[in-house]
T-cell receptor, first 115, second 113 residues
Framework: NAGVTQTPKFQVLKTGQSMTLQCAQD?????MSWYRQDPGMGLRLIHY???????DQGEVPNGYNVSRSTTEDFPLRLLSAAPSQTSVYFC??????????????FGPGTRLTVL | QQQVKQSPQSLIVQKGGISIINCAYE??????FPWYQQFPGKGPALLIA?????SEKKEGRFTISFNKSAKQFSLHIMDSQPGDSATYFC????????????FGKGTKLSVIP
């Protein structure tokens, strides 16, 4: 199993550009989530999904959109990038909808810089 | 509002010493407390976790101590090794609410030979 994969590993955007961060898992996990990690801030939840077709907002959802059309994929979209979105983004997955009680498996991260 | 407070922000320990990281919380609905370990350039990985009905959990050199009345919990790393150098995050889950992970801000541990 590849586990949780994320692409790209690095990305530089200009303010106002849009892009999609890709996340895929091959463990048949129902629960998937996106976090951002900023220095001294820990990990903050952006959006999460408890299954295909179901998504919800986390702590810091503004400026981000998600969708979950399949169990395997959970892309994160930045519609109009801002410098405040410069961060490292992690996707995570776990077995079921009570996802946080199960071990969350994290991807390797995407380092995004917005100029 | 920071729901899980973690200290210290950074920690330097000599090889063979004991590393101690502390966390405190206010939300009494939190009912599951995992610790995650993150190496540079990698995603976090679950290290050890505890529920509030036990006061201590040990896995190898890693021990969680939990004080429910004080709303505090800590990670102890015995016989610390250079390979333990990483960032450690405590976290908590509100089992009566969102079931989402709330992370502390992290502790960067450096174990020097």
């Amino acid at each position: 199993n590849a586990g949780v994969t994320q692409t790209p590993k690095f990305q530089v955007l200009k303010t106002g550009q849009s892009m999609t961060l890709q996340c895929a898992q091959d463990m048949n996990h129902e629960y998937m989530s996106w976090y951002r990690q900023d220095p001294g801030m820990g990990l903050r939840l952006i959006h999460y999904s408890v299954g295909a077709g179901i998504t919800d907002q986390g702590e810091v959802p503004n400026g981000y959109n998600v969708s979950r059309s399949t169990t395997e994929d959970f892309p994160l979209r930045l519609l109009s990038a801002a410098p405040s979105q410069t961060s490292v983004y992690f996707c995570a997955s776990s077995w079921d909808s009570l996802g946080s009680y199960n071990e969350q498996f994290f991807g390797p991260g995407t380092r995004l810089t917005v100029l | 509002q920071q729901q899980v407070k973690q200290s210290p922000q950074s920690l330097i320990v000599q090889k063979g010493g004991i590393s101690i990281i502390n966390c405190a919380y206010e939300n009494t609905a939190f009912d599951y407390f995992p610790w995650y370990q993150q190496f540079p350039g990698k995603g976090p990985a679950l290290l050890i976790a505890i529920r509030p009905d036990v006061s201590e959990k040990k896995e190898g050199r890693f021990t969680i101590s939990f004080n429910k009345s004080a709303k505090q919990f800590s990670l102890h790393i015995m016989d610390s090794q250079p390979g333990d150098s990483a960032t450690y995050f405590c976290a908590a889950i509100d089992g009566a609410g969102s079931y989402q992970l709330t992370f502390g801000k992290g502790t960067k541990l450096s174990v020097i030979p």
